[in-house]
């Protein structure tokens, strides 16, 4: 349950930026613009966890992901909770740790329960330090190389094999190992989703999994390699999706692959669906709530089995974007400003597509708010512009913010997924800090890189060294 407190209600009516909702409702948090404890304080500031953003920025610097754990906390439990109301065998709920890996994240969906999708060795190293357990770590990738292999074996992790030469390779390793590998298989469903439509082919163009030709001959492979134990099957058919229909089907398609892997006398136990949950970025998104979005997952899959006589298999899924995304907000300090009279504003901030490469890779949009004059009307149309070298580095076009001065915190909703994951040092920028907020208060779970982190990987021949000049 959460609710935003009168006082806090009553100066957040006067803002035109929150669509609060004040009720007893329960609220999925991929369906709201910003984290659930956001409020406006008296002082018309934003607050997140309890904790004035003016106050972290001024603490920890900017740009800071600030990340709320209330938030996070709540979408676990409205996943976990939902499979446990709506289905009624064994299920678990990864968490896709490419949507943010690191290890506080790790920790927190670990101690919520939660199992890790991991797509490199990197990210498995993450999830092992922060202390997933190895059984609910699920190791993905279309061509993890032969030492990631080998290392989830060691490790004793689950492969979701989307290969032929990955079958064949970990089937080596672990005869070498004299070890039993258990493993998923990934198959392409022939189920394509676009963010409002979605088409059905027999085929589909995709670097991932097994063709749905090849099951066959993977089933039989697999009957001659008692190393490799088959525990099931795997899809994943996109990400960002409102839909509710693509993942109505899937079960079908899915419990049919079980089918005939009973076929040739392997009965699969484990059914994962994979991810792929919308959230909102803008108030022009209307993504389906945790809850709906379960209840639609597990009801697929119960009508599936029943159809197909099948006992129900243990039930996963693994979201990333909308566990992460809307729990945590990036602020910026406004720099510079470029009016170009009857074209357009460019407000720069200081950071952009390095933290956040969604807008340049993607044309995401998001909202942006000032969270030092939260009441502020909104009567200017700005581009919200990074500070990098390049043209297209432009976080929002066309916002509404108020006017806005050198030093504002201009701050960015819905950052949680994709931005950490996928940022970088482009112009040596060094990569922000990350907090974790809660209850007031606030710890670093990523530190500022340096300058002289920025150099940690240079390598400078000694033919190339700086000459001392003589004078
Ligand atoms: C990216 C991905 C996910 C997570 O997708 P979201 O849209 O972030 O929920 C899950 N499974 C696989 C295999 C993926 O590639």
Known sequence: MVSTSPALASTADSCQYLPFVNSEAVLSPNQQLLPLTAAVTPDAHLSVGSCDVVDLVERFGTPLYILDDHTLRTACRQYRQGFERHYPGESLVLYASKAWSCMAVCAIVTDEGLGIDVVSAGELLTATEAGADRDRIYFHGNNKSAEELALAVEVGCRVVVDNWLELKTLGEIATQEGKTVPLLLRVTPGIECHTHDYIRTGHLDSKFGFDPDQIEAVFEFLVGQPQLNCLGVHAHIGSQIFELNPHTDLGGVMAQWIVTAQRYGLPLTELDVGGGLGIRYTEADDPPSIETWVKTVCASVVAACKA?????????????????????VTAYRVGSQKVIPGLRT???????????????????????????????????????????????????????????????VVTIAGTGAYNYSMASNYNRVPRPAAVLVSGGNACLIIRRETLVDLLRQDCLPETLRPKVKST
């Open 308 to 328: 197909q006589n099948l006992p129900l298999p243990r039930l996963l899924c693994e979201p990333g974007r909308s566990l992460i995304g809307p729990a945590c």
């Open 346 to 408: 460019y407000v720069s901030v200081d950071g952009g597509m390095s933290d956040n490469p969604r807008p340049i890779t993607y044309q995401s949009v998001y909202r942006a708010l000032v969270a030092n004059r939260m009441t502020a009307p909104l009567d200017k149309t700005v581009t919200l512009a990074g500070k990098h070298c390049e043209s297209g580095d432009i976080l929002i076009k066309d916002a509404a913010l108020p006017e806005l001065k050198s030093g504002d």
